[in-house]
């Protein structure tokens, strides 16, 4: 199983990114998909997360501005992130618990820069 993560880069403050992550392989389900990030010399925290019937939660910090979807056809999660500010840089992971025939765990993409100029 592989999660690949896209759609980092550089934006203006004020401005909007769309991340897309998808999940690849031997796949029975996909429980609970996550976006975290790290920025530069702190730790991970949790962004956003959505479950599989849909709920969605969010840091406090992106309320409002950042939406989670899934296409659970696709296994891809997605992350449209608006009125960017430069404090949203960091490097984006996802995160997807994942069953496969024998298991169940967790699994992460391998990160996408977001750098927002002031």
């Known amino acids: 199983v592989q999660l690949q993560a896209f759609g980092g880069g550089l934006v203006q403050a004020g401005g909007s990114l769309r991340l897309s992550c998808a999940a690849s392989g031997r796949i ?14 702190k ?11 849909g709920s969605t939660n969010y840091a406090d910090s992106v309320k409002g501005r950042f939406t989670i979807s899934r296409d659970n056809a696709k296994n891809t999660v997605y992350l449209q992130m608006d009125s960017l500010k430069p404090e949203d840089t960091a490097v984006y ?26």
């Open 43 to 53: 730790e991970r925290e949790l962004v956003a997360v959505i479950t599989s019937g």
């Open 28 to 41: 029975s389900s996909i429980n609970d998909m996550c976006w975290y990030r790290q920025p530069l010399g």
């Open 93 to 118: 992971y996802c995160q997807a618990d994942i069953r496969t025939t024998f298991y169940l765990g967790g699994y992460w993409g391998q990160g996408t820069l977001v750098t927002v100029s002031s």
